[in-house]
C-alpha cells in the first residue's frame, strides 16, 4: 500500500502564507514525480507545481513568482510554499506522486485525499 498525507491547509486572508506538506509512505521503491494540483467548486482539476527526483520545479503560470515548491526525498515529502495568497488561490490541494512500488517495474500515479485552501477576507 502506498498513501500520500497532505496537511497544512486553512483559512487565509488575502495577502497571507500557506506552507502545504504531503508525505509519501508505504511499499516505495522510488518516486519520479511529486507535486500539487487544485480544484475550486465548479472548475477542473489543474496543475500547480510539481518537481522531479532532482528538484527540476515546474509552475502554472498563475502561481509563478508566488508560490514555491520543494521536496525533501529523504522523507518523502513534497512541500509547497504559497505567499501573496489570493482569493482565486481557494481551491481543494492534491498531493501527486508518480510511485514505483517495492518488487515492481512500472510507475503508478497516486493522489492524496486533498486540504481545503481557502483565501477570504
Known amino acids: 500500500q502506498v498513501q500520500l498525507v497532505e496537511s497544512g491547509g486553512g483559512l487565509v486572508q488575502p495577502g497571507g502564507s500557506l506552507r502545504l506538506s504531503c508525505a509519501a509512505s508505504?511499499?516505495?521503491?522510488?518516486?519520479?514525480?511529486m507535486g500539487w494540483y487544485r480544484q475550486a467548486p465548479g472548475k477542473e482539476r489543474e496543475m500547480v507545481a510539481l518537481t522531479t527526483n532532482s528538484g527540476l520545479p515546474n509552475y502554472a503560470d498563475s502561481v509563478k513568482g508566488r508560490f514555491t515548491i520543494s521536496r525533501d526525498n529523504a522523507k518523502n515529502t513534497v512541500y509547497l510554499q504559497m505567499d501573496t495568497l489570493k482569493p482565486e488561490d481557494t481551491a481543494l490541494y492534491y498531493c501527486?506522486?508518480?510511485?514505483?512500488?517495492?518488487?515492481?517495474?512500472?510507475?503508478?500515479?497516486?493522489w492524496g485525499q486533498g486540504t481545503q485552501v481557502t483565501v477570504s477576507s
Open positions: 508505504g511499499s516505495i521503491s522510488s518516486i519520479n514525480t
Open positions: 501527486h506522486a508518480r510511485i514505483r512500488k517495492i518488487s515492481q517495474v512500472v510507475y503508478g500515479y497516486y
